[in-house]
């Protein structure tokens, strides 16, 4: 394992991060990211692997590969907002895996400490609290597993699936407010959990293995600092 490269792909689709607040800045202002992902980095399991051949940017759209494991990161850290993104699973592959994990702490790892909400295939909208990540929610749909090599996991199932079949875009909003967080998929609400931890985190899209596109992935901030 290692940290990689910071990316500079130039990209046609819209990242953008709204209202953040700076540390020790004493003001707003926000932060755009439109024609690079400057304000991102990444992190992959092989040290050797460059980000660039783990994601690329084709026709506007944000294509994961899948391999090695890793994940892209946001530089800043968000505590409170609402993240807004498109994706979908390219049409002729076995659907396969896929993630958004928010309020990341802690070292660079598979997998690091965060909440996770989940777009493996047929789970997307389940929540995953990884590395010992709390959160609650009704007990008929929760599931705490000790995990050798991940440390504690948390799960929390979705109440109805609401993904659209290979090749189509699918939307995300998932709205995080104080210990309280929020999924939607195309416009429905399927999950939320409360007694969420609540420390600030980076915000990441996940390579699990599988290919994953993106696109219009925008962060709408209450509060973002630079660690």
């Not at 932060?31 to 460059?50: Q, V």
């Not at 590969?65 to 990161?73: D, E, F």
């Not at 590395?131 to 008929?140: D, I, V």
């Not at 931890?197 to 962060?219: M, Q, Y």
């Amino acid at each position: 394992m290692g940290y990689v490269k910071q990316l500079c792909l130039m990209v046609g689709v819209c990242l953008c991060v709204v209202g953040c607040t700076r540390q020790g800045g004493g003001g707003g202002g926000g932060l755009r990211i439109g024609d690079s992902l400057e304000g991102w980095g990444g992190y992959l399991a092989d040290a050797d692997a460059e980000v660039s051949d783990v994601w690329w940017i084709a026709d506007g759209v944000l294509v994961c590969k899948g391999t090695p494991l890793g994940y892209l990161y946001t530089k800043e850290v968000y505590g409170d907002f609402v993240l807004r993104l498109e994706w979908r699973r390219p049409a002729g592959k076995e659907p396969g895996k896929g993630g958004v994990l928010i309020r990341m702490t802690g070292a660079h790892q598979i997998w690091p400490r965060s909440l996770e909400a989940q777009l493996n295939w047929p789970d997307a909208g389940d929540f995953w609290g990884l590395a010992g990540y709390g959160l609650n929610g009704p007990a008929e749909r929760m599931r705490s597993v000790d995990h050798e090599k991940f440390g504690k996991l948390t799960n929390l199932k979705k109440t109805a699936d609401w993904e659209k079949p290979a090749g189509e875009w699918n939307s995300y909003e998932i709205i995080a407010e104080g210990d309280t967080v929020t999924l939607l998929i195309n416009g429905e609400q399927v999950n939320m959990a409360s007694g969420c931890d609540t420390g600030a985190g980076r915000i990441c899209l996940t390579s699990e293995g599988d290919e994953i596109h993106f696109r219009n992935v925008l962060v709408v901030a209450g509060e973002a600092n630079i660690p």
